[in-house]
């Protein structure tokens, strides 16, 4: 099971760190990342890092603004989002890959959150 939480709504320019807590067959060695659905819109990629931490991968949107880490004694990974923009309106979705290294296509991801959703107003 995955559960995210942490989104909200906020302004313009505000941050906000989302989380995602991983527990029993979703708690793996394996990849985790973030993906993001905008109303009307498909599920697009975020960002995602390896099981080492070794390798991240961020969407063009969002890199030098989003940053993904992790916690393995809890088996969680975090999304601490900067300089949020109306455009980052959406439910993020946590997920956990199919093997350890990171990946952008959804296909890769075994396991989703919930989603929780983030609102940035302007």
């Known amino acids: 099971q995955l559960q995210a939480s942490g989104g909200g709504l906020v302004q313009t320019g505000d941050s906000l760190r989302l989380s995602c807590a991983a527990s029993?067959?979703?708690?793996?060695?394996?990849?985790m990342g973030w993906f993001r659905q905008a109303p009307g819109k498909e599920r697009e990629f975020v960002v995602a890092?390896?099981?080492?931490?070794?390798?991240?991968i961020y969407a063009d949107s969002v890199e030098g603004r989003f940053t993904i880490s992790r916690d393995y004694g809890k088996s969680a990974v975090y999304l601490q989002m900067s300089s949020l923009k109306p455009e980052d309106s959406a439910v993020y979705y946590c997920a956990v890959g199919r093997r350890p290294i990171p990946s952008r296509e959804s296909s890769e991801y075994a396991y989703w959150g919930q989603g929780t959703l983030v609102t940035v107003s302007s």
């Open positions: 029993g067959r979703t708690s793996s060695n394996n990849a």
């Open positions: 890092t390896s099981w080492r931490g070794d390798r991240t």
